[in-house]
């Protein structure tokens, strides 16, 4: 194994993103919150992992999980590596998971790795440790991932511990400015986090064999990804900054508007590769998709954005509004499409005091010609992305036309 991942806020939707794109042999979880990956980190294109908060190469396991017996061999190892780094002062961070030890002895360690470097005669920082692991922002903003930086991430195996090194974190600020600049938001239709958004187009890219097979990254280039409910176009922004050509259809044209100059802004903006994209005014239960499309990525109409808990009436006639939708939508896909197709639906599912209430056609899928995805790694229930608090969750959904 080559590659570890610390994965996001909900770990098993991170694993599901990985599972369809590398294979799920291709994984081992650890702990509650690491993923092991048996691919070499230089084939991984982390920024289109949206469930992920680390991407780090491992560089050895130890036989033992005590702190101190980890300290030590820290304290031998690093001024055997201080020769190959470039002049300048270092920055050293430790992000510590499920290894027995406080912060504050993280702390302690750290100093006393300063004081080793500094024999070197090489000045070192070490950013300090609010909890036992840095967040992306700290290991960001401490540039820990550049040349003169290193974090060090410790992570229990059972008996043993994987020593790793960061390569890359999240980059939140490019989240927030993708999320907060675009030229159109409405918060009619809901604000999809374009990491949600990179999730459901991996989810659908993922090769259609069974999980085992070696799979290869998914190729985006010359592949177009629709979006039938495209809304402003979080989903069509995120697939063409991943190289995808976009094609999406809403029934308003409004949104139509919304995403054409979301694309435009998105065109003049940022680096990319090359992408074309399409915006067509369309009801999705009728629409007649002319241009070519490789897979479906889309959060689909959620019904009435309830804030708080809805009365049953009122759930039941969305529910029912949604559910009729989107089977009709699924029967239009189907004549449209081959055997084998691949889609990803973020579907709404309402929480309620003993779980989520979920659209009634998830107990269909096969009446209406699809089969669901499961994954080795996370069951159906672990896929309702959801926040503390929200009314309605979205269940990432991948079905594969029969
Ligand atoms: C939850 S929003 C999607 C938001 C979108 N993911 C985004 O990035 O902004 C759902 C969208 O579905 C559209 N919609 C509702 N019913 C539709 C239908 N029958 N056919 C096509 N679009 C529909 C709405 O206009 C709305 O823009």
Same mark, same amino acid.
């Given at each position: 194994?080559?590659?570890?991942?610390?994965?996001?806020?909900?770990p098993?939707?991170?694993?599901?993103?990985?599972?369809?794109l590398?294979g799920?042999?291709?994984?081992?979880?650890?702990?509650?919150?690491?993923?092991?990956l048996d691919i070499?980190?230089s084939?991984?294109e982390?920024?289109?992992?949206g469930?992920?908060? =680390?991407?780090?190469?491992?560089?050895? /396991? #130890?036989?033992?999980?005590?702190w101190?017996? &980890?300290?030590?061999? *820290?304290?031998?190892?690093?001024?055997?590596?201080?020769?190959?780094?470039p002049?300048?002062k270092?920055?050293?961070?430790?992000?510590?998971?499920?290894?027995?030890?406080?912060?504050?002895?993280i702390?302690?360690?750290?100093l006393?790795?300063?004081?080793?470097?500094q024999?070197?005669?090489?000045?070192?920082?070490?950013?300090?440790?609010?909890e =036992?692991?840095?967040?992306?922002a700290? /290991? #960001?903003?401490?540039?820990?991932?550049?040349q &003169?930086?290193?974090? *060090?991430?410790?992570?229990?195996?059972?008996?043993?511990?994987?020593?790793?090194?960061s390569?890359?974190?999240q980059?939140?600020?490019?989240?927030?400015?993708?999320?907060?600049?675009?030229?159109?938001?409405?918060?009619?239709?809901?604000?999809l986090?374009p990491?949600?958004?990179?999730?459901?187009?991996?989810?659908?890219?993922?090769?259609?064999?069974?999980?085992?097979k070696n799979?290869?990254?998914?190729q985006s280039?010359?592949?177009?990804? &629709?979006d039938?409910?495209?809304?402003?176009?979080?989903?069509?922004?995120e697939?063409?900054?991943?190289?995808y050509?976009?094609?999406?259809?809403?029934?308003?044209?409004?949104?139509?508007?919304?995403?054409?100059?979301?694309?435009?802004?998105l065109?003049?903006?940022?680096?990319?590769p090359?992408?074309?994209y399409?915006?067509?005014?369309?009801?999705?239960i009728?629409?007649?998709?002319?241009?070519?499309?490789?897979?479906?990525?889309?959060?689909?109409?959620l019904?009435?954005?309830?804030?708080t808990?809805?009365?049953?009436?009122?759930?039941?006639?969305?529910?029912s509004?949604?559910?009729?939708?989107?089977?009709?939508?699924?029967k239009?896909?189907?004549?449209?499409?081959?055997s084998?197709?691949?889609?990803?639906?973020?579907?709404?599912?309402?929480?309620?005091?003993?779980g989520?209430?979920?659209?009634p056609?998830?107990a269909?899928?096969?009446?209406l010609?699809?089969?669901?995805?499961?994954?080795v790694?996370?069951?159906?229930?672990?896929?309702?992305?959801?926040r503390?608090?929200q009314?309605?969750?979205?269940?990432?959904?991948?079905l594969?036309?029969?």
């Open positions: 194994m080559q590659s570890l991942i610390i994965l996001g806020r909900q098993k939707i991170g694993l599901a993103e990985l599972e369809s590398y799920g042999s291709k994984l081992r979880l650890v702990g509650e919150q690491a993923t092991l070499e980190p084939q991984i982390f920024n289109r992992l469930g992920m908060v =680390k991407f780090a190469k491992v560089l050895t /396991v #130890l036989d033992t999980a005590s101190k017996e &980890l300290e030590s061999y *820290l304290a031998k190892t690093i001024p055997k590596h201080l020769d190959h780094l002049d300048g270092l920055r050293l961070g430790l992000s510590v998971y499920d290894i027995e030890v406080s912060a504050n002895e702390n302690k360690t750290g006393r790795l300063k004081k080793i470097v024999k070197s005669e090489r000045s070192v920082r070490i950013v300090p440790n609010n =036992k692991a840095l967040n992306a700290s /290991v #960001l903003h401490n540039k820990l991932t550049s &003169l930086g290193w974090e *060090l991430v410790v992570v229990k195996d059972e008996k043993q511990t994987i020593l790793a090194q390569i890359a974190v980059d939140i600020e490019a989240y927030t400015l993708r999320d907060r600049s675009r030229p159109k938001r409405d918060m009619k239709v809901g604000m986090p990491k949600l958004a990179q999730i459901i187009i991996n989810l659908a890219a993922g090769e259609a064999e069974p999980a085992g799979c290869a990254e998914p280039k010359n592949k177009a990804v &629709l039938p409910f495209c809304g402003t176009g979080v989903i069509l922004q697939a063409a900054l991943m190289g050509n976009a094609y999406g259809s809403d029934i308003e044209p409004r949104m139509v508007e919304h995403t054409k100059a979301n694309m435009d802004w065109g003049e903006t940022f680096s990319h090359p992408f074309s399409l915006v067509e005014e369309g009801d999705a009728k629409h007649q998709w002319d241009k070519s499309f490789d897979f479906v990525a889309s959060e689909v109409y019904g009435r954005a309830f804030s808990t809805p009365k049953v009436e009122d759930l039941k006639q969305t529910l509004d949604v559910n009729t939708i989107i089977k009709k939508f699924l239009n896909l189907s004549v449209q499409t081959k084998g197709f691949r889609l990803t639906l973020g579907l709404p599912a309402w929480k309620n005091s003993g989520f209430t979920h659209l056609i998830l269909s899928l096969e009446e010609g699809y089969n669901r995805v499961s994954f790694h996370a069951s159906g229930d672990d896929l309702i992305y959801h503390e608090g009314i309605v969750g979205r269940e990432l959904v991948t594969i036309r029969k």
